[in-house]
Every structure is written in structure tokens, then in C-alpha cells.
């Protein structure tokens, strides 16, 4: 089955047996809104132009996510840097909306259940592991020094900007997954684009991070 960006990223952060997030949900949601805005940057829709993203190509990716998206960027009025869309587009709801499809899809199963029988929690354990199974093997092919396709580059350098990439890929070169990240496979417009985008989500999770860390300290 195809699946976006967003949805590889979120199959790679969840533990396949037991449907546990391996990072923290301050780290994942901006990272899932980076992967639209990435997607949406591979494929000709969005470009940077003085530091604020542009619509390029307006015309339905007929997917309802990735649409969305471009819908919203089409409707506002002004330009806006990709921290700003970062920050509007990550949400719980959003995560839950890719992982919900995952398992509609049969590639994942949503399992309910209760702590302590008070406290309700969701798990995502794997239904079909197939699809990440040629998720990983893509991206350990390519950090292994083949050479990368967009969409692959585009999820290690997303991983990365997550601390993603240390839990799915621990024995990963760092200075390998540096070099995917900084764009050397794309060209120069695009590689900008992603750059930005990147810092926008590195720069939402430290921020969140940070007041997160500062209010459970009060």
C-alpha cells in the first residue's frame, strides 16, 4: 500500500509488538507536520521563497492529509515561514488521524485499554509488519551509503530532527544520517526547503520541550 511520509515516520516510532511510542509526543507531532510540509516539498507543491513557503502546485495529491494541507496554504492570506506552519499543523488529533488510517489499512491495530482500570490508553501494535519492513529496508539501504531517493532522504533528515533515528536505527553512522539530513542528495531549491522545514520542527520541539520541562519544575 502507498503511505505518506508522515505515516512511515509514525510506523518507525511506535514499537511493532506492543504499540508504544519510542519518542515523546513534543518530539513526534511537529515532526508528523514536517513530514506533510517534506512530502508536499518532493513532490512540487511547496518551495521557499524569502524564508516563507509557497504554494506552488495547488492541485490535489488525492490525499485527504496531504490536501488538507494544501488547502490551508492556499486559504492564508499571508506568506509564512515553515515554523509557523509546523506549529499550526502538529496536533494530537493529526497523529491520531494518520495512526487511525494505519490501522483502517490494516497495518496496524488499535488496541484500548485502561491503567490502573482508571486511566484510558491507546496502543498501535503492528497488524501487517510488511510495510514497515520495506520502510526500514529502504532507509537502512540508504544509510548504508546507497544512494537516496527524495521520500527516503526526506524521512532520515525528519528522523533525525525527531531524535527518531537513534531509537529506530541505533547503530546508524551519525555523520551519514548528518550528511542525509543537511540535503547534499536534492537540488539547491529543495534542499533549502527541506533544511528549513527541518529547523522549523527541531526548533517547535526544543521550544515545547523546554515549557514542558519548565512546568513540570513548577
Known amino acids: 500500500m502507498k503511505v505518506t511520509i508522515a505515516e512511515e515516520l509514525l510506523l518507525l516510532a511506535y514499537s ?8 515523546s509526543t513534543v518530539q513526534l507531532d511537529p515532526a508528523l507536520a514536517g513530514a506533510l510540509l517534506a ?3 518532493v513532490e512540487g507543491r511547496v518551495e521557499l521563497s524569502d524564508d516563507k513557503l509557497v504554494l506552488t502546485g ?3 495529491t488525492g490525499d485527504d492529509e496531504l490536501d488538507a494541507v494544501l488547502s490551508r496554504l ?3 492570506r499571508k506568506q509564512r515561514k515553515p515554523a509557523w506552519w509546523v506549529q499550526r499543523l502538529q496536533s494530537h488529533k493529526l497523529r491520531t488521524r494518520l495512526l487511525t488510517r494505519l490501522a483502517e489499512a490494516g497495518v496496524l ?4 485499554s485502561k491503567v490502573l482500570g482508571i486511566f484510558p490508553v491507546t496502543r498501535w501494535p503492528e497488524a501487517d509488519p510488511s510495510v514497515e519492513a520495506d520502510v526500514r529496508e529502504r532507509v ?12 527516503t532522504a526526506v ?4 528522523m533525525h530532527a525527531a531524535k527518531l533515528d537513534r531509537k529506530a536505527f541505533p547503530g546508524a553512522s551519525k555523520e551519514r544520517v548528518k550528511e542525509l539530513a543537511e ?18 520542527t527541531i526548533a517547535t520541539i526544543t521550544a515545547a520541550t523546554v515549557a514542558a520541562t519548565a512546568g513540570g519544575g513548577g
Open 16 to 23: 511493532e509488538d506492543e504499540g508504544k511510542q519510542l519518542i
Open 39 to 41: 512530502e508536499l516539498t
Open 58 to 60: 495547488p492541485a490535489p
Open 74 to 76: 492556499g486559504d492564508e
Open 109 to 112: 491495530t488499535e488496541q484500548r
Open 140 to 151: 537502512a539501504s540508504v544509510l548504508g551509503g546507497a544512494e537516496p531517493d527524495a521520500r
Open 155 to 158: 524521512l532520515i533528515a525528519i
Open 183 to 200: 540535503g547534499a542528495w536534492a537540488g539547491d531549491a529543495v534542499a533549502r526547503t527541506i533544511a528549513s522545514i527541518n529547523a522549523a
